[in-house]
């Protein structure tokens, strides 16, 4: 339907449904929403970049449009503030695009298949039936709570580590200066290389005035959403958004380390040879 709703319509439509309008009257705020479901097909375009709603609508059922929206903003702000600051170069913003818009399209799948499941008839009654008893098992509960929460995402940095593309679980680290969690440390929304092994066993000198080194200790299991316990890394890089650029094996030579930190926070700053490896 177009044009702006009206008093009047609302009052016809409780009519319609319930045979009464209850007496509704001085409505602050009407609005109309639908279960239209739409993606921009590039985020990007030069200097006009979409987020949130003006890059994707869907059904609200879920509750997932403002996080998606949400994590956006926390994926792009990072990489603009960057490029304006000329620390990376404009490229990086078309990581964006590539790492978010498939999220997106995913949420709009899962809407588009719950907003069959919330009609009538024997044949989708027969389905939501389905649904609910698959969803009375752990294992596909687990999964679409992940993938409802949005914790589950994981963006394509390659293979290696489970961790890598997936998001940082908030770790209770023990550091010099005593107790700290993960999520403490990105509060200032900068990047953290996060040594776990040896302290002092990482040299980032050249990339030292956009990225935090931490020396830390943990000692618990890492628990990952869907995927469970998995293995400790030596080190991770983290980036703003808190997803996890690259993991350490150990390996003094920290392969991929500098390969990690070019990509996302710019090339070295201009200075003597300084080779990134373990002390
Ligand atoms: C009924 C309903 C329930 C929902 N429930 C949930 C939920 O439980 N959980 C969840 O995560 N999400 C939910 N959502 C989705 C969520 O509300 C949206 O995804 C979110 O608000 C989008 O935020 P946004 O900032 O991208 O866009 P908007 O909130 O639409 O903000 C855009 C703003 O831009 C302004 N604007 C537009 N054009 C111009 C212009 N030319 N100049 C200046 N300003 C302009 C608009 O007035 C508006 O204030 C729900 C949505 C609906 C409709």
Redesign the pocket.
């Known amino acids: 339907q177009a044009g702006e709703p009206t008093l009047a319509d609302l009052s016809r439509a409780l009519v319609a449904a319930w045979g009464t309008d209850y007496g509704v009257h001085s409505p602050t705020w009407i609005s109309r929403?639908t279960d239209m479901t739409r993606q921009a097909a590039s985020y990007r375009k030069g200097r006009v970049l979409l987020?949130?709603?003006?890059a994707h609508v869907h059904y609200?059922v879920g509750?997932?449009?403002?996080?998606?929206?949400v994590q956006d903003a926390v994926n792009l702000g990072w990489k603009l503030a960057q490029v304006a600051s000329a620390a990376s170069p404009e490229s990086l913003l078309d990581t964006y695009h590539a790492e978010q818009h498939p999220v997106a399209a995913r949420v709009l799948r899962g809407t588009m298949a719950q907003t069959a499941l919330t009609r009538s008839d024997a044949r989708i009654d027969a389905l939501r039936e389905t649904m609910a008893e698959l969803l009375s098992m752990d294992e596909p509960r687990k999964r679409y709570a992940a993938r409802m929460s949005g914790l589950d995402i994981r963006y394509d940095l390659g293979d290696g580590h489970p961790l890598l593309g997936r998001r940082m679980p908030d770790l209770d680290l023990v550091t010099a200066d005593g107790p700290v969690r993960v999520f403490t440390l990105l509060h200032d929304a900068r990047p953290v290389l996060l040594n776990l092994s040896e302290p002092g066993g990482y040299d980032i000198t050249p990339w030292a005035d956009r990225v935090r080194l931490v020396d830390a200790k943990y000692a618990g299991p890492w628990e990952l959403p869907v995927l469970g316990t998995v293995t400790a890394p030596a080190a991770v890089l983290i980036r703003p958004d808190g997803h996890v650029a690259w993991t350490g094996t150990g390996d003094p030579a920290s392969p991929g380390l500098r390969e990690a930190l070019t990509t996302w926070f710019g090339p070295p700053a201009a200075q003597p040879d300084l080779p990134v490896t373990a002390a």
Do not use: K, W
């Open positions: 929403f987020a949130g709603d003006a609200p509750g997932q449009g403002l996080q998606l929206g």
